[in-house]
């Protein structure tokens, strides 16, 4: 499909090929809609939405891009708890992932394919939005959070290693940040590379890496602070609770 809107809402047979072109929307509102597709693909400026409370389950799906609602190339639905327990491929620079406003995604499967060149991934940029991470994840792009959507996005993560040792955590705001964000250790280590924040109109700045000791950590707002050296010389991580 191209631009345009397809809900897939019955248990399919079909077996080739499903392809979500630019501007494109999949409402996906089945357990069984996707059927034995060969392959899931997103491209660009479309996205697919997974229907309230789903699993989809053992299908691989490439994205690119942010979709057009800029929630991601694969959202959950809003208000709903979603789960995609298959791999996802991606395969451009700034590709998103999440769930929907209010809503939590789970991805059970292994992320692959993003590489520190190509650009970070997005998780979680819907307002209030969590997703979950619940696989020792490959992928080596930023992993990064938004930092101006509703009341504050969570990543949480449900493994170790959910965060692979090459990537970075990392922050972006279209504005200096107005909302806190938070990722959820949840008891388990991330490995990530290390911290960044990146703003729009300024080049990436490190930040100071969260230790170890605690499970639940926030970057409050307003942030940054009036200079880039500010940020490297003070934490800005806070703990909420240790582990």
Do not use: C
Request: aromatic content about 6%.
């Amino acid at each position: 499909m191209t631009a345009g809107v397809a809900t897939l809402g019955n248990a399919n047979t079909y077996t080739g090929a499903t392809v979500v072109g630019s501007g494109g929307i999949l409402n996906i509102n089945h357990s069984q809609a996707l059927a034995n597709t060969a392959s899931i693909t997103v491209n660009s400026t479309g996205y697919a939405v997974i229907g309230a409370g789903l699993t989809i389950s053992g299908k691989t799906i490439t994205i690119s891009g942010t979709g057009a609602n800029n929630f991601g190339a694969l959202q959950g639905a809003a208000s709903s708890s979603t789960i995609w327990a298959g791999n996802i491929v991606v395969t451009s620079a700034g590709a998103r992932i999440g769930g929907g406003d209010t809503g939590t995604l789970t991805i059970s499967g292994v992320i692959s394919g993003g590489n520190g060149a190509m650009g970070p991934i997005l998780f979680s940029r819907a307002n209030n939005s969590t997703t979950i991470l619940n696989a020792v994840n490959t992928y080596t792009a930023d992993t990064q959070l938004f930092a101006n959507s509703g009341t504050g996005d969570t990543l949480k993560i449900g493994v170790d290693n959910a965060i692979n040792a090459g990537s970075r955590l990392s922050v972006y705001a279209q504005t200096p940040a107005t909302v806190a964000m938070t990722l959820d250790l949840n008891g388990h280590t991330p490995h990530a590379a290390r911290s960044g924040y990146h703003h729009r109109r300024r080049p990436q700045t490190p930040l100071n890496r969260p230790p170890a000791m605690f499970s639940l950590w926030q970057i409050t707002a307003p942030f940054p602070p009036s200079s880039p050296s500010a940020i490297r010389s003070r934490p800005i991580w806070r703990p909420l609770a240790e582990s």
